[in-house]
């Protein structure tokens, strides 16, 4: 298989995972032949997916026990195995990003978390997650960020089986001596 084959295979499967994540168990008519390309095209920003690159992205991931696909009467049910949600999950977390909103609201998200000393690779790697995602570490366990970032700490605790004592999020209005802050934000 050509390098550039192989990339958009993977492209494609990526985006078919993270999109059954969020809706959950697909049922189609069994009518319905180009299902399979309909849906890879409005998933996928390209929509010059043509019918087998479609086919072979869902091959692939039932090839590797990521997602299912039943008979179920007149329909076929198409959903991700148990590996197949762990993997679109990781995915979703590769994806995040905090967006940067036109106007600052003059607040700070400090995200504070206290996770054991037992579970330190999973702490070690949300520490890593906080600064991929352009948080300033104040303290190893004190994080600030300027913008709303509420939903993907929410993701991110999930992702990591964290719960709300481990890892919490304060919004705070003002914060000692923050020039620092305002010059690595860039507000």
């Excluded at 985006?15 to 319905?32: P, Q």
């Excluded at 390209?46 to 007149?74: M, P």
């Excluded at 948080?135 to 509420?150: E, G, I, N, R, T």
Aim: net charge positive.
């Amino acid at each position: 298989m050509k390098k550039i084959k192989k990339i958009k295979l993977v492209y494609y499967s990526k985006e078919i995972l993270k999109y059954l994540l969020l809706a959950g168990a697909i049922y189609v008519a069994t009518s319905s032949p180009h299902f399979v390309l309909h849906l890879i095209r409005n998933i996928s920003k390209s929509k010059k997916v043509s019918k087998k690159q479609a086919t072979n992205a869902f091959n692939y991931l039932r090839r590797r026990g990521l997602l299912e696909i039943k008979k179920v009467n007149h329909d076929v049910c198409i959903a991700l195995t148990k590996e197949g949600k762990k993997r679109a999950g990781k995915y979703q977390i590769d994806d995040l990003e905090i967006k940067r909103p036109k106007k600052w609201d003059k607040k700070y998200r400090l995200v504070i978390f206290d996770i054991p000393q037992e579970a330190r690779m999973k702490r070690n790697a949300f520490r890593r997650k906080l600064k991929e995602l352009g948080f300033y570490p104040l303290q190893k366990s004190v994080w600030v960020h300027a913008f709303d970032c509420k939903e993907e700490i929410e993701l991110l605790r999930k992702f990591f089986g964290l719960n709300k004592k481990q890892v919490q999020v304060l919004l705070v209005e003002k914060i000692d001596n923050d020039t620092p802050l305002r010059k690595f934000f860039k507000i």
